[in-house]
């Protein structure tokens, strides 16, 4: 089995920061990337960020240059930095990997996902 537990959501005031961390652990044998996608009510899951395990990151048009994605490989997290949050950013943030397991293959996973909203 495999699980990915993130933290860090909660309030912010527009123009603030916040940091999510997304840990994976179960029997893993390889991670290709990880990444951060976004929901709101009544929309599509939307990509954030992507990174790979050999740290080439992806980003949505909307968080270029505010939200920046990075990864531990030696401890299977990773991390999305968001500065300059906007209302917009207001959603439910979940974390994605793609993992390789003995027997099993690759597989997608999700974290449960955790609330992030920028309200003054």
Known sequence: QVQ???S???LVQPGGSMRLSCAASGRISSISHMGWYRQTPGKERELVATITSDSRTTYAD???GRFTISND???NTVYLQM???KPEDT???YCNA???RLG???NNYWGQGTQVTVSS
């Open 62 to 64: 909307s968080v270029k």
């Open 73 to 75: 490989n030696a401890k």
């Open 98 to 100: 793609y993992i390789f």
């Open 104 to 106: 099993y293959s690759w």
């Open 8 to 10: 860090g959501g909660g």
């Open 4 to 6: 990915l537990a993130e």
């Open 83 to 85: 500065n300059s949050l």
């Open 91 to 93: 959603a439910v943030y």
